[in-house]
C-alpha cells in the first residue's frame, strides 16, 4: 500500500536539504524517519485509538473473515501491540527492581 502526504513547506525544505546531504531520494528520506517514529510506544491515548482497532480486528476475524488487507493491518497492530507491552515490561521490570532492592535494605536494617 502507498500513502501520499503533504507536509508544510518549511518541513519539505527541510527533509530535501537532509536528503540531499544523506545524497538519497527524498521518499527514502521520510519512509525512515517515519518507520523510525512508529517504533516508539504510542501515548496512552494513541494507543487506546489503535487498539480499539486491533480489537475489532480480531473481532471482525473470528466473525466473517478478514480481507487480506485487513490481515496486513491486523498483523502490524498486533506487532504494535507486542512494542508497547515490551515497553511497558521494562518500566515494571526496572520498577520490580527497586521494590526488591528496598526490601532487601528494610529486611537487612531489622537484623
Excluded at 517515519?34 to 496512552?44: F, I
Amino acid at each position: 500500500m502507498s500513502l501520499t502526504i503533504t507536509v508544510p513547506d518549511p518541513l519539505a525544505r527541510l527533509l530535501q536539504s537532509r536528503a540531499e546531504v544523506e545524497k538519497i531520494p527524498v521518499d527514502e528520506l521520510a519512509t525512515r524517519i517515519l518507520e523510525t517514529g512508529m517504533q516508539d510506544p504510542l501515548q496512552s491515548g494513541q494507543w487506546t485509538v489503535v487498539n480499539k482497532r486491533r480489537m475489532a480486528l480480531i473481532e471482525k476475524q473470528f466473525r466473517n473473515g478478514l480481507t487480506d488487507q485487513e490481515q496486513v493491518e491486523l498483523q502490524e497492530l498486533q506487532e504494535l501491540a507486542d512494542r508497547q507491552l515490551e515497553e511497558l515490561d521494562a518500566v515494571m521490570l526496572k520498577d520490580l527492581a527497586i521494590m526488591e532492592r528496598t526490601a532487601r535494605s528494610v529486611l537487612q536494617g531489622a537484623e
